[in-house]
Every structure is written in C-alpha cells, then in structure tokens.
C-alpha cells in the first residue's frame, strides 16, 4: 500500500499560487512530523517545511513568508500553500513522514521513514 501520495504540481507563472496535497494512508496525528522538500535537476534534495504532531512549523529560508505548511486533524492530508511563487521554486516536490519518536520537526531529509512519489511545480518567469 502507497502510503503518501501528493498532487496539486503544476505550472505556473511567477507570482502565481499553487497548492500541494498529502494524501496519507494514515491519520495525520500519528505521524510524529510530516515535511516538505524539493530537488530539482542537478540539485540535492532540500528541505522545505516541516510540522510536528503538535502543529509546531518550520520553514525554509527562501519559502518563510511565502509558504504555508498545514494538515487535516483529525485527517489524512498534508498541504503545503505556495504564494508568490518564483522560478527558482520551480522543482519535484516531495511530502515525507516520521513514524518514531520524539515529537518536533525535523530538517533532514534521513530523519524521515516514509516518502511520496513527488509533484512536479514548474514556475516560468
């Protein structure tokens, strides 16, 4: 079973939105933090936003202020609000999850256990 798909990727042209969803095979509150991150070609994969079971967010430099991280609770979706997009956002998204303890957000793509398959955003100047 597939347990985190996204969908939402698209293209838009800068200063445009888009939003991401999450679907997870469980309830949102289970997982002790659920993330965020992007890589685009020839690039690492870099971390975007996080939340905790708590609600507790973190962000990116370059998104703070533009992005929004946010889950269903109860629920089994995980979003991610992209506002005042720019051609360097432009990249495979990817949620992933964290099923062990402790409780708080986590920056490091290895901290998580559990990753989707990714949405593509392109975002054209």
């Known amino acids: 079973q597939v347990e985190l798909v996204e969908s939402g990727g698209g293209s838009v042209q800068a200063g445009g939105s888009l939003k991401l969803a999450c679907a997870t095979s469980k309830y949102t509150h289970i997982y002790y933090a659920l993330g965020w991150f992007r890589q685009s070609p020839g690039k690492e994969r870099e971390f975007v936003a996080s939340i905790d079971a708590t609600g507790v967010v973190r962000y990116a430099e370059s998104v703070s202020g533009r992005f929004v991280i946010s889950k269903d609770h109860p629920g089994k979706t995980l979003y991610l609000q992209m506002d005042n997009l720019q051609p360097e956002d432009s990249a495979m998204y990817y949620c992933?999850?964290?099923?062990?303890?402790?409780?708080?957000?986590?920056?490091?793509?290895?901290?998580?256990?559990?990753w989707g398959q990714g949405t593509q955003v392109t975002i054209s100047g």
């Open positions: 992933a999850a964290r099923s062990r303890p402790p409780i708080r957000v986590y920056l490091n793509e290895y901290e998580y256990d559990t």
